[in-house]
C-alpha cells in the first residue's frame, strides 16, 4: 500500500489521520506546525510526539520532499533558478526573484503541461502529471531553507496549468496560507491561467482572495488558436465573459499577461483590439517582453514598439506595465531548464 504523504494534507485532513488512529486531534495541529511552520522533512523529525506514535504514524503516512538537483544564480540581479527532482524521478523547475517589496517565488503545479502554447517551453512533452500539493509546497520550503529567506509572494506561473490540477492547488493554497504554517496572505499570491473558462468560474467561489492572471497574447481569436490551442475551446469572449463573472464575484482586479511576440501580435490593431475587449473591465495588462525559445523561430519586438504598445494601452485607459526581466543570463522560459537538463541526460 502506497503510503499518504502528510505534506499534502490540509489540517482538517490530518485531525482526520489521527482520529482515525485513535489519537486526539490536537495533534494534527502539532504536525501541520511542525510540517509547514518548521519545515521538518521526516515523521521522525517530529520530536513533539512519542517515538511510539511516530512508528505508528509512519506505518501508513510519510513525508515526501524534492531534492535540489541543480541552482543556477544569476550575475545580473538576485534571481535563482532552480531544478527539482520528484520521488519519482520526475524534474520540475523554480524561480526565486527578489525585489524592494521582497521574496517572489514562481512555482511549477504540473510536471509539463498539456496546454501546448507555442512560445513555452514547458509544453514540448506534453503533460507528464500533475504535482501533488505537497510538491507544489515543497519548492517554497526548500527554497526558504536553501538561502535562508522568507517568501512573501508567490505566483503559480511556472510550469504547468494550475487549474488543470485544480484540487491540489486549491489544498496547497489552504495550506500555505494556513497562520498555523507559512501564513502567506491570498492577497500575495497570483494564480495564472490560459483560460480554462469552467474553473475560473469555480475559482470565483472559493472565497479566496488571491490576483487571477490571464494569460491572453492576443485580442483575436483566430490568432490565439495558432499559439495557444485553448482557444479552439474557449473563444476570447467566453474568457471575458469569465472574468466579468470573477471580478462581480470577487470585487478583484484581473491581471491579463500579454507576452509581446514581433510581428505576431504587437501591431497597431492588435493594441486596438486589446483596448476594446478589455474596456471598462477591472483590470491591468502586464506586457512580457517574449523571452525566445530554440524550438520556435519567434522573436521580441524592439523596445521602442513596446513602448508605443504599452503607450497606446495606457492612452485609452488600459492600466499597464511592461514586466522588467529578472536573471536574463540564465534560461527563463518556464520549462526551458528542465527541458535543457532532460536534452542533456538523453
Known amino acids: 500500500m502506497k503510503k499518504i504523504d502528510l505534506k499534502s494534507l490540509t489540517i482538517n485532513e490530518t485531525k482526520e489521520v489521527f482520529l482515525s488512529i485513535g489519537e486526539k486531534s490536537f495533534r494534527a495541529e502539532q504536525v501541520f506546525r511542525w510540517i509547514h511552520g518548521k519545515m521538518i522533512e521526516s515523521i521522525d523529525d517530529i520530536t513533539v ?29 538576485d534571481t535563482k533558478k532552480y531544478l527539482f527532482k520528484l520521488n519519482d524521478g520526475n524534474i520540475i523547475e523554480s524561480v526565486m526573484m527578489e525585489y524592494k517589496h521582497g521574496v517572489t517565488l514562481c512555482l511549477s503545479t504540473q510536471v509539463g503541461c498539456k496546454m501546448g502554447c507555442s512560445f513555452c517551453a514547458s509544453t514540448q512533452d506534453g503533460l507528464v502529471r500533475n504535482l501533488t500539493s505537497g510538491e507544489i509546497l515543497d519548492q517554497v520550503y526548500q527554497i526558504q531553507k536553501d538561502l535562508d529567506v522568507k517568501v512573501s509572494n508567490i505566483v503559480l506561473m511556472g510550469s504547468g496549468e494550475p487549474l488543470d490540477n485544480y484540487d491540489n492547488v486549491l489544498n496547497f493554497l489552504n495550506i500555505l496560507h494556513s497562520e498555523k504554517g507559512q501564513n502567506i496572505g491570498y492577497r500575495h499570491i497570483t494564480l495564472s491561467t490560459c483560460g480554462v473558462v469552467p474553473k475560473i468560474k469555480d475559482l470565483a467561489h472559493e472565497d479566496i482572495p488571491i490576483t487571477l492572471s490571464i494569460s491572453l497574447h492576443t485580442p483575436f481569436d483566430e ?36 507576452t509581446l511576440i514581433e510581428g505576431v501580435n504587437d501591431r497597431a490593431e492588435d493594441a486596438k483590439e ?7 473591465l477591472l483590470c491591468h495588462v502586464n506586457l512580457i517582453p517574449l523571452n525566445p525559445i530554440k524550438e520556435f523561430n519567434l522573436k521580441t519586438p524592439k523596445a521602442k514598439y513596446i513602448k508605443e504598445f504599452k503607450d497606446f494601452l495606457d492612452s485609452r485607459g488600459i492600466n499597464s506595465t511592461i514586466r522588467r526581466e529578472m536573471g536574463s543570463d540564465v534560461n527563463a522560459a518556464c520549462g526551458q531548464l528542465r527541458r535543457d537538463y532532460i536534452d542533456t541526460e538523453e
Not at 55 to 63: A, E, R, V, W
Not at 224 to 245: F, G, L, N, V
Not at 274 to 280: D, E, V, Y
Open 223 to 258: 490568432e490565439r488558436k495558432k499559439i495557444m490551442p485553448i482557444s479552439r475551446k474557449y473563444s476570447i469572449d467566453e474568457i471575458i465573459e469569465a472574468c466579468k463573472y470573477y471580478i462581480e464575484r470577487t470585487n478583484r482586479r484581473v491581471t491579463f499577461e500579454y
Open 49 to 77: 510526539l512519542s517515538k511510539g506514535l511516530r512508528d505508528k504514524l509512519k506505518d501508513t503516512h510519510t513525508i515526501d520532499n524534492l531534492t535540489i538537483l541543480q541552482r543556477f544564480d544569476s550575475k545580473e540581479d
Open 274 to 280: 486589446l483596448t476594446k475587449i478589455l474596456k471598462g
